[in-house]
């Protein structure tokens, strides 16, 4: 009963800017990392960026300095600020949350995965 539902993708210029939002919803008791993740066709799947329950962040090197992963956790909702985006940035975009569930006695996180989300950078 836990969702991720990401939304914010489209198509924009080599350049331009987006914001992905990804917002997780059901029997939450917490959330501990959330993540960004990207895979392009032929390509692994890779992580983009990550955060913690306190805030503190990661970066893929090739999006370093670009792409702004924040977190709001009163929303249980994390973002991913994209700019000067570049053309191999175009990908499926999937946010990753681990959960602690409220339905349950245990307190051990659950991955869940948003639907993704497809950005392509192109003029």
């Known amino acids: 009963q836990v969702q991720l539902v990401e939304s914010g993708g489209g198509l924009v210029q080599p350049g331009g800017s987006l914001r992905l939002s990804c917002a997780a919803s059901g029997s939450i008791s917490s959330i501990n990392d959330m993540a960004w993740y990207r895979h392009a066709p032929g390509k692994q799947r890779d992580v983009v960026a990550t955060?913690?329950?306190?805030?503190?962040?990661n970066y893929a090197d090739s999006v370093k300095g670009r792409f702004t992963i924040s977190r709001d956790n009163a929303k249980n909702t994390v973002y991913l600020q994209m700019n000067s985006l570049k053309p191999e940035d175009t990908a499926v975009y999937y946010c990753?949350?681990?959960?602690?569930?409220?339905?349950?006695?245990?307190?051990?996180?659950?991955?869940?995965w948003g639907q993704g989300t497809q950005v392509t950078v192109s003029s």
């Open positions: 990753n949350a681990a959960v602690i569930r409220g339905d349950t006695w245990y307190r051990l996180p659950h991955t869940y």
């Open positions: 955060i913690s329950r306190g805030g503190s962040t």
